[in-house]
């Protein structure tokens, strides 16, 4: 049974970087063609695809979070992390990691709300 | 950059059928999923490869792709299939996924 998990702060201050950790199980970055994507939802708002890191550490990004955003692994603790620079108040949102195959998301975690104020 | 358009809203009584669809170019080039996100929870994964179905997911749920549409049809809508339902797509181009802009389903 694969789980995921996301963790991190629930307020961010405008400007500072956020980073969140989703924590898997039930998986392995040893197996050719995983990956660990994350998805963010503003309140009442549809998703939003942010990245997705593969199992050989190729990382792709949304090209309009590009120069902010950076996902990296950790096989040994199975982790997975965010860094989005220069938060502001539009990055409010829920964010989601999730399990990809070539099939699509196959499981996610109940992600984290997280705020952006001063 | 690629654009997926989705009906912002759907109504369908119980017991009948729900179709909507999700627009893009040559979308029927492209594999599909979709998902299913009810308030409060994480999405889940309802069709994928435009009409497969993941294990557990009901065979009422159906899928279809060709030209600049995709849809996704419920038979014999239940009250808990009222939700919103995102397609989904990989930009073969850039590189990156995409999200349809929802479609919320009402069962009246």
């Known amino acids: 049974q694969i789980t995921l998990k996301e963790s991190g702060p629930t307020l961010v201050k405008p400007t500072q970087t956020l980073t969140l950790t989703c924590t898997f199980s039930?998986?392995?970055?040893?197996?050719?063609?995983?990956?660990v994507g994350w998805i963010r939802q503003p309140p009442g708002k549809a998703l939003e695809w942010l990245g997705l890191?593969?199992?050989?550490?190729?990382?792709r990004s949304s090209p309009s979070l590009k120069t902010r955003l950076t996902i990296t692994k950790d096989t040994s603790k199975n982790q997975v992390v965010l860094t989005l620079t220069n938060i502001s108040r539009v990055d409010t949102a829920t964010y989601y990691c999730?399990?990809?195959?070539?099939?699509?998301?196959?499981?996610w975690g109940q992600g984290t709300l997280v705020a952006v104020s001063s | 950059s690629y654009v997926l358009t989705q009906p912002p809203s759907v109504s369908v009584a119980p017991g009948r059928t729900a179709s909507f669809t999700c627009e893009g170019d040559?979308?029927?080039?492209?594999?599909v999923h979709w998902y299913q996100q009810k308030p409060g929870q994480a999405p889940i994964l309802v069709i994928s490869?435009?009409?497969g179905r993941p294990s557990g997911i009901p065979e009422r749920f159906s899928g279809s792709s060709s030209g600049n549409t995709a849809t996704l049809t419920i038979s014999r809508v239940e009250a808990g299939d009222e939700a919103d339902y995102y397609c989904?797509?990989?930009?073969?181009?850039?590189?990156?996924?995409?999200f349809g802009s929802g479609t919320k389903v009402t069962v009246l």
């Open positions: 490869y435009n009409s």
């Open positions: 039930g998986f392995s970055f040893s197996t050719s063609g995983v990956g």
């Open positions: 040559n979308i029927g080039s492209k594999s």
């Open positions: 999730a399990h990809r195959r070539e099939s699509g998301f196959d499981s």
């Open positions: 890191i593969f199992w050989d550490g190729d990382q």
């Open positions: 989904q797509v990989w930009d073969y181009i850039n590189d990156h996924y995409v």
